[in-house]
């Protein structure tokens, strides 16, 4: 063996053994993490309990008992009051004679014990409209409705005691409006505080976007409220900012909108729940109940909650309140992150050395260069700026995913025994480098992405095609898979992620039995979990050996070619930090296990056959 490749190999099995006490760690930590919660919309359970004639507290019995966890509780506007019709324009019997200082006067009728409440909260949050009661049960404040009404005045809290004489947990959802200001924030989430520790920001941004997240951030801190990050869809402007800052205090969550529930039943739906909380990270489940399509009568919804904890508890997760996280994600320290980098060293110098065919005079220094360059690397890392040092990057670990990620598969076109056992090591540290550098709570939580920009399998396609003999055939095949790199990029479209989760169980439940045929054969057979292919690697570059040394350069290469993509396939679910180790690398190394003694079957034959 070459002095260069032996010291490629030396590097990665180096960097993979600092990998693998990483992940060690993080496997510790996943096994303790298997905590789910599932909160009920407010407005759609109160809803289904009127509309079946039910009290509301018989409701969140019924919720309690189908097993949910939390109930969410909006907080209070004059906007959604009068939406509601607990409040109503009506003019006392006495008017107020003075002038306001701001706008002019309004009067809201509603219940005295209401009115009270709001009058107290406006005249802390905005003295100026001098807010009062008349008459007992109307509020007249100064300014004007479309202004005033959007801005949050508290919760309920005789709901809060209500759902918690139930069992169940407060998730406050504090609105977000204009010009919130320092003190207005501070008493929202204090209020938030004290009726539960998870907080879910009700629509398109998050209070104090976005010159005030500083605030919105300390007092968060200060309460110790745990921020319930929609990461799924990324919908509210400001989420990143504040999970990059409260993690480990975040708890990733999803909610369906209403046109992603229009193709599924509760039936299906508890199902992508549970895949949701298997491939995506996901620890609570922000419930809304069906109501129009696929929904018979309103108390369904809490079958829906009950299917939702029976798929969850199936899959081996625990339904119950506590799902704040434990200790941190572990991450690799920068030593440890220089160790994992000599893995990703040794895979460039192995690709680039037998791709080219270097001769150790140039592989050597290549290697060695390699090796120094990516041990260096997250010590260059340093904030560049204010912003940088509140929000730290994550350049380092980017680079170095990408580098064993994008070069790994192209071991593939070395069609030497040699090279068909180097590659074997090198596709086990690639994962193992690969998981490991994405590790740690920004990557868990989606704060922080693996970023390949389509390079994982533009790099070694590029390198298989430049091996066709045909030199116009060569030159379509690159012209063609620079446009579709092109356009994937244009796009923003993550390739090979698109054939990384699984697919979701009881896809075809309701179905005749042709199609649920069918559909399991899809589940099966189809491109989809990736890292189910992985076995493709070792056998299809152990066939493109064999067919080489018959001669037959055309079926080798794309033999090969298989090979390259196995190894994607079987690389790409070791990048998403959300899913257990476990449930990746069972697959991965069972399919990868078969691929390599298919391999050795193949390459012993072949061998037979010479002697």
Request: proline share 6%; hydrophobic share 45%; charged share 20%.
């Given at each position: 063996?070459?002095?260069?490749?032996?010291?490629?190999?030396?590097?990665?099995?180096?960097?993979?053994?600092?990998?693998?006490?990483?992940?060690?760690?993080?496997?510790?930590?996943?096994?303790?993490?298997?905590?789910?919660?599932?909160?009920?919309?407010?407005?759609?359970?109160?809803?289904?309990?009127?509309?079946?004639?039910?009290?509301?507290?018989?409701?969140?019995?019924?919720?309690?008992?189908?097993?949910?966890?939390?109930?969410?509780?909006?907080?209070?506007?004059?906007?959604?009051?009068?939406?509601?019709?607990?409040?109503?324009?009506?003019?006392?019997?006495?008017?107020?004679?003075?002038?306001?200082?701001?706008?002019?006067?309004?009067?809201?009728?509603?219940?005295?014990?209401?009115?009270?409440?709001?009058?107290?909260?406006?005249?802390?949050?905005?003295?100026?409209?001098?807010?009062?009661?008349?008459?007992?049960?109307?509020?007249?404040?100064?300014?004007?409705?479309?202004?005033?009404?959007?801005?949050?005045?508290?919760?309920?809290?005789?709901?809060?005691?209500?759902?918690?004489?139930?069992?169940?947990?407060?998730?406050?959802?504090?609105?977000?409006?204009?010009?919130?200001e320092k003190a207005l924030i501070e008493r929202t989430l204090a209020q938030a505080a004290s009726l539960g520790r998870l907080v879910a920001f009700d629509g398109d941004m998050i209070l104090g976007h976005e010159m005030h997240l500083g605030e919105t951030l300390a007092v968060m801190e200060r309460e110790r409220?745990?921020?319930?990050?929609?990461?799924?869809?990324?919908?509210?402007?400001?989420?990143?900012?504040?999970?990059?800052?409260?993690?480990?205090?975040?708890?990733?969550?999803?909610?369906?909108?209403?046109?992603?529930?229009?193709?599924?039943?509760?039936?299906?739906?508890?199902?992508?729940?549970?895949?949701?909380?298997?491939?995506?990270?996901?620890?609570?489940?922000?419930?809304?109940?069906?109501?129009?399509?696929?929904?018979?009568?309103?108390?369904?919804?809490?079958?829906?909650?009950?299917?939702?904890?029976?798929?969850?508890?199936?899959?081996?997760?625990?339904?119950?309140?506590?799902?704040?996280?434990?200790?941190?994600?572990?991450?690799?320290?920068?030593?440890?992150?220089?160790?994992?980098?000599?893995?990703?060293?040794?895979?460039?110098?192995?690709?680039?050395?037998?791709?080219?065919?270097?001769?150790?005079?140039?592989?050597?220094?290549?290697?060695?260069?390699?090796?120094?360059?990516?041990?260096?690397?997250?010590?260059?890392?340093?904030?560049?700026?204010?912003?940088?040092?509140?929000?730290?990057?994550?350049?380092?670990?980017?680079?170095?995913?990408?580098?064993?990620?994008?070069?790994?598969?192209?071991?593939?076109?070395?069609?030497?025994?040699?090279?068909?056992?180097?590659?074997?090591?090198?596709?086990?540290?690639?994962?193992?480098?690969?998981?490991?550098?994405?590790?740690?709570?920004?990557?868990?939580?989606?704060?922080?992405?693996?970023?390949?920009?389509?390079?994982?399998?533009?790099?070694?396609?590029?390198?298989?095609?430049?091996?066709?003999?045909?030199?116009?055939?060569?030159?379509?095949?690159?012209?063609?898979?620079?446009?579709?790199?092109?356009?994937?990029?244009?796009?923003?479209?993550?390739?090979?992620?698109?054939?990384?989760?699984?697919?979701?169980?009881?896809?075809?439940?309701?179905?005749?039995?042709?199609?649920?045929?069918?559909?399991?054969?899809?589940?099966?057979?189809?491109?989809?979990?990736?890292?189910?292919?992985?076995?493709?690697?070792?056998?299809?570059?152990?066939?493109?050996?064999?067919?080489?040394?018959?001669?037959?350069?055309?079926?080798?290469?794309?033999?090969?070619?298989?090979?390259?993509?196995?190894?994607?396939?079987?690389?790409?679910?070791?990048?998403?930090?959300?899913?257990?180790?476990?449930?990746?690398?069972?697959e991965a190394l069972r399919s990868f296990g078969i691929g390599a003694a298919i391999g050795l079957v193949l390459l012993s034959v072949c061998n037979a056959g010479r002697t």
């Open positions: 063996m070459k002095l260069s490749r032996l010291l490629a190999l030396s590097l990665t099995l180096a960097g993979g053994l600092s990998a693998a006490r990483v992940l060690a760690r993080r496997h510790r930590w996943e096994r303790e993490h298997n905590r789910v919660a599932i909160c009920a919309d407010f407005d759609d359970a109160y809803a289904a309990a009127i509309r079946a004639g039910l009290p509301f507290d018989d409701l969140l019995q019924e919720l309690a008992h189908h097993g949910a966890t939390h109930v969410s509780l909006p907080e209070l506007t004059l906007d959604r009051l009068a939406r509601s019709g607990q409040l109503a324009p009506r003019a006392p019997g006495h008017l107020r004679a003075a002038p306001p200082r701001v706008g002019h006067w309004n009067y809201l009728h509603g219940p005295s014990e209401l009115v009270a409440r709001l009058a107290v909260e406006l005249s802390i949050r905005l003295p100026y409209t001098e807010a009062q009661t008349i008459d007992g049960d109307t509020l007249a404040f100064a300014g004007d409705l479309p202004t005033i009404g959007e801005i949050g005045l508290s919760f309920d809290t005789s709901i809060a005691e209500r759902i918690g004489a139930h069992g169940l947990g407060v998730v406050p959802r504090p609105v977000s409006y204009a010009w919130p409220l745990t921020f319930v990050y929609f990461a799924e869809s990324r919908h509210q402007k400001g989420d990143w900012f504040i999970a990059k800052r409260r993690a480990p205090h975040v708890v990733l969550a999803h909610r369906f909108t209403p046109q992603e529930m229009i193709p599924l039943d509760f039936h299906a739906a508890a199902h992508v729940w549970a895949h949701l909380a298997r491939e995506r990270g996901i620890r609570l489940c922000y419930v809304n109940f069906f109501k129009v399509l696929h929904a018979t009568e309103p108390l369904e919804g809490l079958h829906y909650v009950e299917h939702i904890k029976e798929a969850l508890e199936h899959d081996g997760f625990v339904v119950t309140q506590e799902v704040g996280m434990p200790a941190p994600v572990p991450a690799p320290h920068k030593k440890e992150l220089a160790m994992i980098g000599l893995a990703s060293a040794g895979i460039m110098a192995s690709a680039v050395t037998a791709l080219l065919d270097l001769p150790d005079a140039v592989a050597l220094p290549l290697t060695i260069s390699a090796a120094a360059g990516a041990a260096a690397l997250p010590y260059l890392e340093r904030p560049r700026g204010r912003l940088e040092e509140q929000y730290p990057p994550s350049y380092a670990p980017k680079a170095l995913a990408l580098a064993a990620a994008s070069l790994a598969p192209v071991t593939a076109l070395d069609r030497s025994r040699a090279g068909w056992l180097n590659g074997l090591v090198i596709q086990a540290r690639a994962a193992a480098a690969l998981a490991a550098v994405t590790s740690g709570q920004d990557y868990h939580l989606r704060i922080e992405e693996y970023r390949g920009f389509n390079l994982d399998w533009l790099l070694p396609m590029l390198a298989a095609a430049r091996t066709i003999p045909d030199r116009s055939l060569r030159l379509s095949a690159l012209a063609t898979l620079a446009g579709a790199w092109a356009i994937a990029n244009y796009r923003r479209l993550d390739v090979l992620a698109q054939f990384d989760p699984a697919h979701a169980e009881g896809h075809t439940h309701h179905l005749s039995a042709a199609q649920r045929t069918i559909g399991d054969a899809k589940i099966a057979f189809g491109p989809q979990p990736a890292r189910k292919w992985a076995g493709l690697s070792p056998s299809g570059t152990a066939l493109s050996i064999v067919l080489a040394s018959r001669g037959r350069r055309d079926l080798a290469a794309g033999a090969a070619i298989l090979g390259m993509i196995g190894s994607a396939f079987g690389l790409v679910g070791f990048r998403r930090p959300e899913r257990t180790l476990e449930i990746t690398g069972k």
